[in-house]
Structures are given as structure tokens and as C-alpha cells.
């Protein structure tokens, strides 16, 4: 009989690549074991006038994918020439269809440069292996600047989010930061009947030491009921002010 293959993820938002040559060291080291990366808070020839972007590296993902030379690598800009997502599959992953969908508000939505108007959107690859049809999604929620508690903004992405999920068909993989404490309604909305591995795993934190406030939660990976998880857990490799996660699955 031959063995069940797995895969093998990591979420991160890697915070503008602040913390450039420890998170490529990273990349590189997980280069060969990691069949999707998923990425928040990236750059794609970044122009921002956004004073706190100075510090940013405004090209990451170019960088990233010149390191994952055999993965096809997604971006998808929140707003021209501003933050977004990246999403990288290897490339002996045979992709059947990729898209993006705006959860809350729309691209180019940003007001007076204020982050708390930008748009979001997750990103969607989907993929078959074993005979399993599978959909990984990227996400990077509603940043406002007053912690990560429930608002009507984040409740009316929660259930945005609810209805893209619902019209996916066969196996789900959600992964990102969500920017919610694990005790919100607009986390509950998003899980729906999926498995909090967060919850479920029993961790005490997604942040790594060079996050200062004490709220100690924002990633989150949420899977449908027949994901078969193998490993999961949160890496402790301080490549960022949030610690990559880790899931393998079939």
C-alpha cells in the first residue's frame, strides 16, 4: 500500500519584513519541506506615503520568491502600491484555479492614508491531491488600532468571510492573521463548524517577543472536519513580531 502523502503549511505575516535577514534564513531553511506558504503583510513595489512604512521593505515579495524559486508565487494588493498577501505553492502542486475576494470594503479604499480604511480579502488556491479536493486561504483581517475585539466592522467581515467559505466545495485550510482575540463573536462567525487549532492545540500565544502589548493572539489556522491533522503547532523562530504556524495535513 502505498503511503499517505501530506503537506505541510506555514502561515506568517512577517510584519514588512522588519526583521529581514532572520526571516529569509527562515524561508530558506523551510524551502525544501513546505509545499504552501502563506504570508500577511507584504509589499510588491511599495511606494507608501504612510510615514510608520519607512521601515518596510517595499519589494518583500519579489525578494521571497527570487528564495522560492520553485513555487509559484500569488500577490494580491489591498491597495496599489500598499500592503497585501502572498501565497506560494510549490510548484509540483498542480493548481486548478486561484482568486481573490475582498471581505470587507473594496482595493483602493483607503482614506487620508488611514490603515483603518483599507480594504481586506482573502486569497483562494485551490488543488486536488489524493483525490481530495482542498482550498487554502490566505487572510489578513481588520486592523483599527483599539485591540481585537469584536466591532461592527469585523462582525460584517466575519460573515463575509462565512459566505465565501460556504461556496467552497471539499476540503478548507483558513490561515492568517485575523487580528481577533480567540474569545470574539467575529472568530466564532469565522469558524463556523471548522477546528480552531488554536483553541484546540491548547496555545498561550502567536507572538513572538518583539510584540510589547499584552495581548498575546492574532493567528489563527482554521480546518473543515475532514482535514486529517498530522502536526500542527507554533514555531518559535523570532522572524517577526508574530511566530510562524505550522500545520501538516491530508
Same mark, same amino acid.
Given at each position: 500500500?502505498?503511503?499517505?502523502?501530506?503537506? &505541510?503549511?506555514?502561515?506568517?505575516?512577517?510584519?514588512?519584513?522588519?526583521?529581514?535577514?532572520?526571516?529569509?534564513?527562515?524561508?530558506?531553511?523551510?524551502?525544501?519541506?513546505?509545499?504552501?506558504?502563506?504570508?500577511?503583510?507584504? @509589499?510588491?513595489?511599495?511606494?507608501?506615503?504612510?510615514?510608520?512604512?519607512?521601515?518596510?521593505?517595499?519589494?518583500?515579495?519579489?525578494?521571497?520568491?527570487?528564495?522560492?524559486k520553485d513555487y509559484q508565487g500569488f500577490f494580491s494588493e489591498t491597495q496599489t502600491h500598499e500592503e497585501?498577501?502572498?501565497?506560494?505553492?510549490?510548484?509540483?502542486?498542480?493548481?486548478?484555479?486561484?482568486?481573490?475576494?475582498?471581505?470587507?470594503?473594496?482595493?483602493?479604499?483607503?482614506?487620508?492614508?488611514?490603515?483603518?480604511?483599507?480594504?481586506?480579502?482573502?486569497?483562494?488556491?485551490?488543488?486536488?491531491?489524493?483525490?481530495?479536493?482542498?482550498?487554502?486561504?490566505?487572510?489578513?483581517?481588520?486592523?483599527?488600532?483599539?485591540?481585537?475585539?469584536?466591532?461592527?466592522?469585523?462582525?460584517?467581515?466575519?460573515?463575509?468571510?462565512? &459566505?465565501?467559505?460556504?461556496?467552497?466545495?471539499?476540503?478548507?485550510?483558513?490561515?492568517?492573521?485575523?487580528?481577533?482575540?480567540?474569545?470574539?463573536?467575529?472568530?466564532?462567525?469565522?469558524?463556523?463548524?471548522?477546528?480552531?487549532?488554536?483553541?484546540?492545540?491548547?496555545?498561550?500565544?502567536?507572538?513572538?517577543?518583539?510584540?510589547? &502589548?499584552?495581548?498575546?493572539?492574532?493567528?489563527?489556522?482554521?480546518?473543515?472536519?475532514?482535514?486529517?491533522?498530522?502536526?500542527?503547532?507554533?514555531?518559535?523562530?523570532?522572524?517577526?513580531?508574530?511566530?510562524?504556524? @505550522?500545520?501538516?495535513?491530508?
Open positions: 500500500m502505498m503511503p499517505e502523502y501530506s503537506m &505541510k503549511i506555514i502561515s506568517l505575516n512577517i510584519w514588512g519584513g522588519k526583521v529581514y535577514e532572520p526571516l529569509f534564513d527562515f524561508i530558506t531553511h523551510y524551502n525544501s519541506e513546505i509545499d504552501v506558504f502563506c504570508f500577511q503583510e507584504m @509589499y510588491k513595489g511599495g511606494q507608501s506615503f504612510r510615514p510608520h512604512l519607512k521601515n518596510m521593505h517595499m519589494n518583500i515579495f519579489v525578494d521571497i520568491q527570487n528564495i522560492l497585501g498577501l502572498g501565497l506560494f505553492v510549490k510548484d509540483s502542486i498542480k493548481i486548478e484555479s486561484f482568486q481573490e475576494r475582498f471581505v470587507f470594503r473594496s482595493r483602493n479604499a483607503m482614506v487620508n492614508l488611514d490603515a483603518r480604511t483599507l480594504g481586506r480579502l482573502i486569497q483562494i488556491v485551490k488543488f486536488s491531491q489524493d483525490n481530495k479536493d482542498f482550498s487554502i486561504i490566505n487572510f489578513h483581517g481588520l486592523w483599527n488600532g483599539m485591540g481585537k475585539t469584536d466591532t461592527s466592522e469585523r462582525l460584517k467581515q466575519s460573515n463575509n468571510i462565512k &459566505k465565501s467559505l460556504n461556496k467552497l466545495t471539499g476540503n478548507k485550510i483558513l490561515c492568517g492573521d485575523f487580528n481577533l482575540l480567540p474569545n470574539t463573536e467575529s472568530l466564532s462567525i469565522i469558524k463556523n463548524d471548522m477546528r480552531n487549532l488554536i483553541t484546540e492545540y491548547k496555545i498561550t500565544s502567536t507572538r513572538s517577543g518583539l510584540y510589547k &502589548k499584552h495581548e498575546r493572539f492574532a493567528d489563527y489556522i482554521l480546518v473543515s472536519e475532514n482535514v486529517k491533522v498530522k502536526d500542527f503547532k507554533v514555531l518559535q523562530d523570532e522572524v517577526s513580531d508574530h511566530l510562524p504556524l @505550522y500545520l501538516e495535513f491530508s
